[in-house]
């Protein structure tokens, strides 16, 4: 597509629950990133793919985060038993290799109530 | 781990103003983005930067590798520029990006 398309746009769960929020890249683009806006915070890094090789993980907050890239190109964000201080807006960004411009999605504002 | 650090934190200018935001950084780094994020959220990339001026527009920004500096200017602001700018830094030993807190422009008509 056009652009870095995630869904949903919203996503409201109860405490407890799993959440699957989901980041289609720009087609041939390699680098996939996900951060995280939280109120009143800025912007922090969580998960970093690029092309088949293993992604950095070192931005993810606790265990209860996961993410998978399927065939290089759709990345599924998971977070595990959901908690009060996961809510955020989660961003998708992709770019060809690093060192080109970036392209975010709209994002995904999650609420765990 | 880098700072990254902006000033000033929030802006408040007059149209036609010209407007300089600052980015400083702490650890050496491939590249540094400025970006745009508007009230409802989306967030825009204006400029990626590794070395010396880029332009866009009424838009330009800077880069000083040895300061460790950047700087995102707006000539002949307009109220449409009211967002807030976001400096971040690639490199220092990190994949992702690490992120300034952001500066929140508004310019007032």
């Known amino acids: 597509g056009a652009g870095v398309s995630q869904s949903p746009s919203n996503k409201v769960t109860e405490k407890g629950k799993d959440v699957e929020l989901r980041c289609d890249p720009i087609?041939?683009?390699?680098?996939l990133y996900w951060y995280r806006q939280s109120l009143g915070q800025g912007l922090e890094f969580l998960i970093y793919?690029?092309?088949?090789?293993?992604?950095?993980k070192s931005g993810l907050p606790s265990d209860r985060f996961s993410a998978e890239r399927t065939g290089g190109s759709v990345s599924t964000l998971t977070i595990q038993r959901t908690q009060q201080e996961d809510s955020a807006v989660y961003l998708c960004?992709?770019?060809?290799?690093?060192?080109?411009?970036?392209?975010f999605g709209s994002g995904t504002r999650l609420t765990v109530v | 781990k880098n700072e990254v650090e902006q000033s000033p934190q929030n802006l408040t200018a007059q149209e036609g103003e010209f407007i300089t935001i600052n980015c400083s950084y702490s650890?050496?780094?491939?590249?540094l983005h400025w970006l745009q994020q508007h009230p409802g959220g989306g967030i825009v990339s204006l400029f990626m930067?590794?070395?010396g001026k880029k332009k866009h527009g009424r838009l330009i920004a800077t880069i000083n590798i040895q300061e460790k500096h950047s700087s995102l200017h707006i000539t002949a602001s307009h109220p449409r520029d009211s967002a807030v700018y976001i400096c971040?830094?690639?490199?220092?030993?990190?994949?992702?990006?690490?992120f300034g807190k952001g500066t929140h422009l508004i310019i007032q008509p």
């Open positions: 930067l590794s070395s």
């Open positions: 793919f690029q092309g088949n090789s293993a992604p950095d």
């Open positions: 087609s041939g683009h390699t680098a």
């Open positions: 971040a830094v690639l490199g220092g030993g990190a994949d992702g990006l690490t």
């Open positions: 650890v050496g780094i491939s590249a």
């Open positions: 960004a992709s770019s060809l290799p690093p060192l080109y411009g970036y392209t």
